[in-house]
Every structure is written in C-alpha cells, then in structure tokens.
C-alpha cells in the first residue's frame, strides 16, 4: 500500500521497487534475523532449481559469502568459484576476475592446492579480461604457493598461466616459472607437463628474437606431446612450433600444423584452438597469394573469436580483416578494421597494437596517400619492440616519404644503422625488405638497394605478407620498381610484367595498377621498338584503376604518364579534366561545354 514493494506477476511473488529500500530493511534487521534469511533463501534456491543452478550460481555465491563469517566460508568459497568458472564460461571474464578474487578472500579454509587451483584461474580470466597486472600477479602467487608445498605440477601450473608477451618484464618472469618448474620435474615422467613448458620456453625464445632456440624447443614439445597423448599439450606444442617456420619456407609445414590445430578444435571443444588454427591458414594463404581464400576463411575466424570473447582475440579479427581489405585494395574497410583493432587492443598492449596499426597505415598511405591517421603518426614517434629496432625505422621511412617529407625519412633510414647490421623478425623478414627496398630506392640509397635486391631475388614468385599486419604485393613488384631506379631497365619490365599477372591473380587490384603503372614508365624510359606502343594501353589500364579504387597516391602519376603518352602537355588533370580545360580556354560556357561534352 506504501509503495515499497511490487507483485509479479500472477504468482503471489513480490519484489522491492527499489533497491535502497530493500538494502534499508536488511540494514534494520538483527544479525541472526539477516543470517537465517541468506540461509533460507540459499538453501530454497539449491532446493528448487536442483536440475539446473546454472542461472543462480551468482546469487548463491552471494549468499553464502554473507555466511561465511558464521562457519560457512568453504561452502561460500565452493558457491563462489562455481560462479566464476560459469562467468568464464560465458567469456564475461571480468566479473570472472571479481568472483575469482572473492572465492581468495574466502580461502582461509582452503588447502594450498585449492588456492593455486584458484589462482590459476584468476590468472587466465585476467589475461582475457585485459588486465595484464593481476594476470602476472596470480601467476606468481601461485607459484610461490607450488613452491612452498614443493609440489612441482602445480608450479608447473602456475608457470603455464603465463605467456609470452611484448613485454619483457613479463617474459622475464615466465622463463623463470618454467625454468623452475623444468627442473622440479626432472628429464623423465610428466611429458605433458614437459611439453607444455618447452613451448612456453620456445615462445620466449620467440620473442627475443633467438630463433635456433625456437627450432630445437619447439620440436622437443612438439615430440613429448604426441608421447603424451594430452590434447592439451599438443595445443601448446603446436604453437610453439608454427613459430620455428617462418617465411615461405616454413608455409607447408605452416598449414600442417594449422590443419592439426583445427582438427583438435572439436575434439577439444575449444573455440581459442580453432582461433589459432584459422589465423594459421588464413596466413599461409595470403602470404601464397591466395586472397581471395583467405577472405572466406574470416568468417570462420569470427566465430572463433566470439566464441573466446575478450579484447586481446577481437584484436586479431580486426587487424587480419584490415589486411586482407588493404590486400584487396577494400581501402575504407580496411582503414575501419585497423583503427578498430588499434582501439581495442592499445590500452591492452600498447606497443604490439601501435606496431601493426603503424604498419597497415604505412602500406595504406602507398597507395592512398597521407590521411589523417597517417599524418598522426608522423608527427608522433614511438619506440617499437625490440625485436623491431630495425624494422621501426625502415618503414617510417616510408611513411615520411608518402608525406612528402624526404629529409625526415633519409634520417629515420639512417637510424636502422649499416645494412650489415641489420635484424629484423623471422616473419617479417620479406615484408622489412620490401619497405627498406622502397625507401633505398627513393632516397638514393643505391649501394643498399642492390643488395636488398640480391637478399628478395630468391624469393621470385613469392608474396610481401606478414602475420596479418600488411601485404605489400609480388616480390617482383618490389625486384621492378627497385631495378628501374638503378636504371636495369629490362630486368625491371620482365620483373613489372609478372608482377602484373601476379597480383591480378592474387586479387590484389591495387597491386594490379601500381604494377601496370610502373612497367608503363619503365617502357617509356626505355623507349625501345614498340615499348610506347606496349606502354599506352598499360598506362590506360592503370589511371583507370587507380580512380575507380581510389588510389590518391597514384591518380596524378598515372594521369601525367597518360598524357605524355599521348602527346600532351600534362597540367595536373585527368583526361577529362584536360578536355573540359581546352573547352574552357575556347570561351565556351557551361551550357555549351556540356552541349559539347553530352
């Protein structure tokens, strides 16, 4: 009559309006009254929902945690971890974090296997939850439990929750867990568990860049956990052992392993298996040059990533998507799904995020110019991972060049130092060649560029594809552009002429009109028996393309060079531009150039 409670429904079931009043009446309640309450509404949810508690874990565990200072922390703690393990389930991995940590602040009753088992659990949720800290944070915890019970598959459990990262705190930290847990378990038994740390241990060897490390440890995995029979090591193994085949060399074993990761998707039920897996095949492919395959395989990489949720998985989506859209000159899509990517994974790990963003925006702006986002990074510096201290450089080099800034780009080629010394990522390798090529060949780096072209010549037939960060089209793109700046005039055309086929085969269309575009200027410069012939309708083709996909980088070079071809004095303007310019110059008005022109 006052208001303060509601019925629902038909039921005879009440509820309070409003929130305050019902925490006021609990409030004006004596201990013992508030505690036989929780009990008794506890024990009727147990009672009436028995067949399926899967909807009411979370007001179990809330109230039971008010009974836990009355004897009934374990069974809080039991109510609470059920709650978080079902909050992981449903990938809302942050209230997972918050139950988590509830069910630890309940563990005074709990035995140290619990509460690594606990930690554990934390960690990982942390981990997808992008909250890095608490994920380092309970991993370490939980070792240091192991450690003090002297129980080695626990401290192994404890290493695992960690994986290698950008961050070199981090990965200190891990190769010290799995080191340790190494050692507690000696060289014979426990091969799942061995393998599971060796991969871990290979992946660290990964990013700092030791990549002999990376063969033998990956291998030794790979070998244990095929002994073990445990699907969950060979997850792991697996992994590890993708990144000991880098490069076109490594792309059939690649796609092995990538059919095996699937394979164990349904066996496993697990949707960050099969993420792995399609992320695998979708590069092998595009780095073949198989575009149009590996565009159809996102949308089975999209119901992987939703099925795993978080941020850090959503990241990958995006930045792949971006990069097959660039790749197949899908410029708008691939500008929305970079800065996407960049958004959702730069408060997660800023330097990886800013490092694949930067890339994609660098190949963008060869072929559509300086747009903002580009201008934006111009402008700001960053400091690249370790691994990229070469690379960084290389293509910021590039960038500047795109912005019309030549001085600026001669001294970041500078910073990569002698050519000698340079290291770059054994995937990245063809892609930082491609990009160091482009710049050397612009800035007049001609020393450099010949030996650049001596390191991409065994490539031929290969594709400047990196781990889903950016496609830079045939290597033989790369091989003409560079022998025509060197004046090897026909080593450039036959390399352009391929280049074509190449990346029209590819579906890569942009690639199609750079290539066309530079063996029409390479004809001219030759200017040999029937080479303007040959360049004319390459020229054409070229312009064509390049405004109908909007390639603002281009549009003024393919319209001068179609002019000179046919025999005009080029103001800036397209063909058409051109004609209503002499239409203008007559006197004609509006209406007659339209008259004349329709």
Request: hydrophobic share 45%.
């Amino acid at each position: 009559a006052n208001g303060l409670i509601d019925q629902v429904g038909d039921a005879g079931e009440y509820r309070f309006v409003h929130a305050l009043t019902r925490d006021a009446v609990e409030a004006s309640l004596a201990s013992g009254d508030r505690v036989g309450l929780h009990r008794a509404v506890a024990e009727a949810i147990e009672s009436q929902f028995a067949g399926d508690l899967s909807e009411h874990l979370g007001d179990l565990a809330r109230h039971w945690a008010k009974l836990a200072p009355y004897g009934e922390a374990a069974t809080a703690r039991r109510w609470t971890t059920a709650a978080a393990d079902d909050a992981v389930r449903r990938l809302a991995y942050e209230e997972g974090v918050r139950l988590y940590r509830a069910a630890l602040s309940l563990d005074h009753a709990a035995t140290p296997v619990e509460r690594v088992r606990l930690l554990t659990s934390l960690g990982r949720a942390a981990y997808f939850a992008g909250d890095l800290d608490g994920w380092v944070e309970a991993a370490v915890a939980g070792a240091d439990t192991a450690r003090a019970i002297a129980n080695p598959e626990l401290l192994s459990d404890a290493a695992l929750v960690l994986e290698a990262t950008a961050d070199s705190g981090v990965n200190a930290i891990a190769k010290q867990l799995c080191e340790e847990a190494l050692a507690e378990l000696g060289d014979s038994g426990h091969e799942a568990a061995r393998a599971r740390l060796l991969a871990q241990r290979s992946h660290l060897a990964y990013y700092d860049g030791v990549q002999r490390h990376v063969e033998s440890m990956s291998g030794a995995a790979l070998d244990l956990a095929h002994q073990s029979g445990d699907d969950r090591a060979l997850v792991d193994a697996l992994h590890a052992r993708k990144e000991a085949c880098p490069g076109p060399a490594g792309r059939v074993e690649r796609l092995r392993l990538a059919t095996e990761m699937l394979a164990l998707a349904p066996r496993t039920n697990s949707a960050r298996t099969a993420m792995w897996g399609e992320l695998w095949r979708i590069d092998a492919l595009a780095e073949s040059g198989q575009l149009t395959a590996a565009a159809e395989e996102l949308s089975a990489l999209e119901v992987a990533v939703e099925r795993v949720g978080g941020p850090v998985t959503a990241w990958h989506l995006d930045r792949v998507r971006a990069c097959i859209a660039q790749a197949q000159a899908r410029y708008a899509v691939a500008r929305a799904a970079g800065r996407r990517a960049f958004e959702r994974m730069r408060e997660v790990e800023p330097r990886p995020a800013t490092g694949a963003y930067f890339s994609l925006q660098c190949a963008l702006a060869c072929h559509i110019g300086v747009t903002d986002e580009v201008a934006e990074f111009v402008e700001h510096e960053f400091d690249p991972l370790p691994r990229f201290t070469t690379m960084g450089p290389l293509t910021r080099a590039v960038m500047l060049l795109r912005a019309g800034l030549p001085d600026r780009a001669a001294a970041s080629y500078q910073q990569a130092g002698p050519l000698a010394t340079w290291s770059m990522p054994a995937f990245f390798v063809l892609l930082g060649h491609v990009y160091a090529a482009l710049a050397a060949a612009e800035l007049g780096r001609h020393d450099d560029l010949v030996a650049l072209l001596e390191r991409l010549t065994p490539y031929r037939g290969e594709h400047a594809f990196a781990e889903g960060v950016a496609y830079l089209g045939p290597i033989e793109l790369a091989l003409g552009r560079g022998a025509a700046a060197i004046d090897r005039l026909d080593d450039a055309i036959d390399d352009l002429a391929i280049a074509v086929d190449q990346a029209e085969r590819a579906g890569a269309p942009g690639f199609a009109a750079e290539a066309r575009y530079h063996l029409a200027a390479a004809l001219v410069a030759r200017g040999g028996d029937g080479d303007r012939g040959r360049a004319e309708p390459l020229a054409r083709d070229a312009d064509r393309m390049a405004r109908v996909l909007g390639m603002a980088a281009f549009v003024e070079r393919t319209g001068a060079l179609v002019a000179e071809l046919e025999g005009r004095r080029h103001p800036g303007l397209s063909p058409r531009e051109s004609e209503v310019a002499q239409l203008v110059a007559e006197g004609l008005t509006n209406r007659q150039i339209a008259e004349r022109l329709f």
